[in-house]
């Protein structure tokens, strides 16, 4: 049996999609575990009302802990001997469960992993067409940075983890990271088992990616500690295995300029004084030896040109120039292409 783990907090006008779709799937020997994480928005009793139509729908109401909190109290409560993860903004194919079953079966020490649809209102698209010509691609651990780089392997809701292991390994999700809590919990499970990744290229998720309270769309006070965490993580886990750091050095480095880049908060900047502790803790970021040691590599390609030039300036108030003018200017595309169309 799959127990299916969904965390829900206040998502009422999403909430009845994603369970309708996990209800539907062709796969029967399911169990769903919906975490109510304190919502004040009527998710909990719809969280009921499913509860009551189906038995195979078990809920638990808690007191608003934020989301790992609500995906631990999932795993202790999990019976099946294999655990999937949903979102509750997001909905799932109808095969979701079927397809990725199938691929684990045939290799019970890899971890499967399918592609999926991004979803923004109306719209969806598959996530990279082009990662993979075949319909099936076999990938060592040793390489997991090439599904990392291709938006794969960091998200819980495109793979199968054996409920065993987990438990065998004390595996949880750190209740205070808000941010990258699923990329943590993913490396420290691939550190458990032998296998690599068995990839499917079908989309059998959609990905909701317009949801404005998105934790990953929203400014957090503790976000360079959360980056510094994930990417220690992330730098030890490619250490540990021979050449891995050699081989994925320059994606790795354009990663975390990309991290610590919206930890500068350049994207959102109001003011261009610099005459604040905030503002110094910035520089001292900015002139770090592992950030420097990504502007040595990111070649003209990897961002605009002007901020391109801000940053091989190598002085942080002229790179803090150029990328205020690089948002100033997509603020007015924005604002003439909506004027074009309305």
């Given at each position: ?105 045939q290799n019970e020490n890899c971890i499967p992993v399918c592609n999926y649809y991004e979803v923004n209102n ?70 458990c088992i032998s296998g690599g990744f068995n990839y499917i290229n079908l989309p059998l998720y959609f990905y ?135």
């Open positions: 049996m799959i127990s299916i783990i969904v965390p829900v907090y206040n998502r009422k006008n999403t909430l009845n999609r994603c369970v309708e779709s996990i209800v539907a799937q062709t796969y029967t020997e399911w169990e769903l575990l919906l975490i109510n994480d304190g919502s004040t928005d009527g998710s909990a009793e719809i969280c009921n009302e499913w509860q009551d139509r189906d038995n195979r729908i078990r809920v638990f109401h808690k007191n608003n802990g934020g989301v790992s909190s609500a995906r631990n109290l999932g795993l202790r409560e999990a019976r099946g001997e294999l655990v999937m993860f949903c979102d509750s903004d997001d909905s799932t194919e109808k095969n979701w469960c079927r397809d990725l079953l199938d691929v684990y079966l109306d719209h969806r698209e598959i996530h990279k067409q082009n990662l993979c010509m075949d319909s099936f691609m076999q990938i060592p651990q040793k390489d997991f940075f090439e599904l990392y780089c291709g938006g794969l392997f960091g998200t819980l809701w495109n793979k199968i983890f054996q409920r065993d292991v987990i438990e065998k390994n004390k595996i949880f999700f750190r209740n205070h990271l808000q941010l990258g809590e699923d990329l943590i919990f993913i490396i420290e499970y691939c550190k909701s990616v317009n949801d404005s309270t998105s934790l990953s769309k929203r400014d957090d006070d503790r976000l360079y500690e959360t980056y510094s965490e994930i990417f220690n993580e992330l730098f030890a886990y490619l250490k540990s295995f021979d050449g891995a750091f050699d081989k994925y050095r320059n994606r790795y480095n354009l990663s975390y300029f990309y991290a610590m880049n919206r930890v500068l908060g350049f994207a959102a900047m109001a003011r261009l004084s610099s005459d604040n502790d905030h503002d110094r803790k910035k520089r001292a970021i900015f002139y770090s030896d592992n950030f420097r040691d990504c502007i040595r590599t990111i070649s003209r390609k990897d961002i605009n040109f002007i901020q391109y030039l801000g940053l091989k300036s190598h002085s942080y108030y002229i790179y803090k120039l150029t990328v205020f003018a690089t948002e100033h200017l997509r603020k007015l595309r924005k604002t003439k292409n909506y004027e074009r169309n309305k």
